[in-house]
């Protein structure tokens, strides 16, 4: 069936929104393309959540070993290519906001209600992920980890409420067809350039994990190559409050098992066996980057204290006094993989400070804020 | 209807989820997460979008009709592109410990990139041109309705 576009929203008291444009197939388009992004959005954040915060019957593998590398960085720039989408999606729909009367029932405010969580909370997400790979944290009233987490719940449960209450129109437009407009930008004209966007904002950004694009990076918040040693950092040594701690001759690190506890120097530590591994450091931010790690498996230290590397857990504490991330706890699968090492040199050199000198922990799929830096302490527990 | 019933249910209880669990998590700044949702939707409605539909009537004032799918187009994917670089641009999240952070100088390249859509732009303006002379079309510069 052939129809011309729908009529304009009647509205009282904003003057008009002439744009033929507006349509409920252009909507519904640009809002299936929005909901898949907001799909894999949260799939890869509660995932990158679940790793960080693991409850007892969540499991992560140690291998592959870049697994984290790529759902992290499809969280990011897939949020980051929700931006034209969901800008285009709210401006087709925006005359909806003067519907007069607002309000006719009680259903109807509720279904209003729900729009405006939806709106609010696709606003909040997209929002503030942007500033917070933009690390401009100064907007944000809240600490940004904990409020994009509960509030992406929101958003897929409002999401959610607005596609079942939504599915028949999505139907109808799906199944019929639209006269084309013969001049004035079409609607695939529209789509095509709303794919533009998202293209272009991808081309310019994913290079900061995909190396073979860091090249066109050009608005993208990290480079690769970028670097102390060649190599982003996240959190510095002046930022931990570390750096003496780190730097002082007299640095101990402190293996505590179930049976006994060892201290040892940085000279007894390049002592033990030395081992080599090709590792990317996977920030949550969504960059990512290779480098050349090589220390002492942190299964040997386990051996070292007496537990068995193939079922303890590890707790490794940084110098660092205080922090959201100066521990983090090692399951037992990451624990008993030999590519796990507590390093002490990146691509052949010493450690920079920056990169948690004079020891830090590498391990193969698992998120950057938990390669903890400037070791101080290992404690190792048996079999949960 | 079984499956729409599903949906709603299963989103309201969500929601649900996300209100009572926030409530009971001690790292959330409940007020801060309240407000920034009433701002970024009063700034989106009040402030973004009245912006954009002036914008959009601009756009239909100063090009000529055949120009305007191509320009709106680029319009369209300037703003999505300035959106995403603007925190970078303004640089707060730079840090004088951490110059791995934000290391590109991010106004040349946004410029750089906007330069590059409006070069994008130019030949689909060209075409505009040779399918008008083409047809020869009798209306000009007529108020075209579909921007705002």
Redesign the interface.
């Known amino acids: 069936m052939v129809r011309h576009p729908d009529p304009p929203v009647k509205t009282r008291w904003w003057p008009?929104?002439?744009?033929?444009?507006r349509s409920t197939p252009l909507t519904t388009y640009v809002g299936l393309a929005l909901g898949v992004a907001f799909g894999v959005c949260f799939v890869t954040g509660l995932l990158s959540h679940l790793i960080q915060h693991p409850p007892a019957w969540f499991w992560w593998p140690a291998r592959p070993v870049g697994l984290y590398r790529v759902t992290q960085g499809v969280h990011v720039a897939t949020g980051?290519a929700t931006?034209?989408l969901l800008?285009?999606k709210?401006?087709s729909v925006?005359p909806r906001?003067f519907t007069w009367p607002p309000l006719r029932s009680i259903g109807h405010a509720a279904e209003r209600a729900?729009v405006?969580?939806l709106?609010?909370?696709a606003?909040?997400q997209v929002?503030?992920g942007?500033?917070n790979i933009?690390?401009?944290?100064?907007p944000?009233?809240?600490?940004f980890t904990?409020?994009h987490y509960?509030?992406?719940?929101?958003a897929?449960?409002?999401?959610?409420?607005?596609?079942?209450?939504q599915?028949?129109a999505i139907r109808g437009a799906l199944a019929r067809r639209t006269a084309p407009?013969p001049?004035?930008?079409?609607r695939r004209?529209?789509l095509?350039?709303?794919a533009?966007?998202?293209g272009?904002?991808t081309l310019?950004?994913v290079g900061q994990t995909v190396r073979p694009l860091s090249g066109i990076?050009?608005?993208?918040?990290?480079?690769p190559a970028?670097?102390?040693q060649g190599?982003?950092?996240?959190k510095?040594a002046?930022?931990a409050a570390v750096r003496s701690a780190a730097l002082d001759p007299a640095y101990r690190m402190v293996v505590s098992g179930p049976g006994r506890q060892i201290s040892l120097g940085l000279a007894a530590l390049q002592a033990l066996p030395q081992h080599t591994a090709q590792l990317p450091i996977a920030c949550v931010e969504g960059w990512s980057a290779t480098a050349t790690w090589t220390g002492v498996r942190l299964r040997d230290l386990v051996a070292l204290v007496g537990a068995d590397p193939e079922r303890a857990t590890v707790t490794v504490e940084s110098l660092q006094e205080a922090g959201r991330y100066r521990a983090s706890t090692v399951p037992p699968e990451h624990v008993r993989d030999p590519l796990t090492l507590v390093a002490l040199r990146l691509d052949g050199e010493p450690l920079h400070v920056?990169h948690g000198y004079p020891a830090r922990l590498i391990a193969p799929n698992r998120p950057g804020v938990l390669q903890t830096k400037w070791i101080g302490r290992i404690t190792v527990r048996g079999p949960r | 209807m079984r499956?729409?019933?599903?949906?709603?249910a299963?989103?309201?209880?969500?929601?649900?989820?996300?209100?009572v669990?926030?409530l009971a998590?001690p790292?959330?700044?409940r007020?801060?997460?309240l407000?920034?949702?009433?701002a970024?939707?009063a700034a989106?409605?009040a402030v973004w979008?009245p912006a954009?539909?002036a914008a959009?009537a601009l756009l239909t004032r100063l090009v000529p009709?055949r120009h305007?799918?191509a320009v709106?187009?680029?319009a369209?994917?300037a703003?999505?592109?300035t959106?995403?670089?603007l925190?970078?641009v303004?640089g707060?999240?730079?840090?004088a410990?951490?110059?791995?952070?934000?290391?590109?100088a991010?106004g040349r390249?946004?410029v750089?990139?906007l330069l590059v859509?409006a070069a994008a732009t130019l030949p689909a303006i060209g075409r505009g041109k040779i399918r008008r002379k083409k047809s020869e079309?009798p209306h000009e510069g007529g108020d075209?309705?579909?921007?705002?």
């Open positions: 008009a929104f002439p744009s033929e444009l980051l931006v034209p800008g285009v709210l401006w925006y906001l729900s405006g969580v709106v609010a909370a606003l909040f929002i503030s942007v500033l933009s690390r401009w944290y100064a944000m009233p809240f600490f904990t409020g509960w509030v992406a719940w929101l897929v449960g409002a999401l959610l409420v607005h596609i079942g209450v599915l028949p407009r001049d004035g930008l079409t004209g529209l095509t350039g709303v533009a966007a998202a272009l904002i310019t950004t990076a050009l608005l993208a918040p990290r480079r970028v670097g102390p190599l982003p950092v996240n510095t002046d930022a920056d | 499956i729409r019933a599903a949906l709603i299963a989103g309201i209880l969500t929601m649900l989820y996300a209100v669990g926030g998590d790292g959330l700044e007020v801060g997460v407000i920034f949702l009433v970024v939707l989106h409605d979008m954009v539909l959009g009709r305007r799918p709106r187009v680029a369209i994917v703003a999505s592109v959106v995403v670089a925190p970078l303004l707060f999240g730079r840090s410990d951490n110059p791995s952070a934000l290391p590109s991010y390249n946004l750089f990139v859509i079309r075209d309705p579909a921007d705002r």
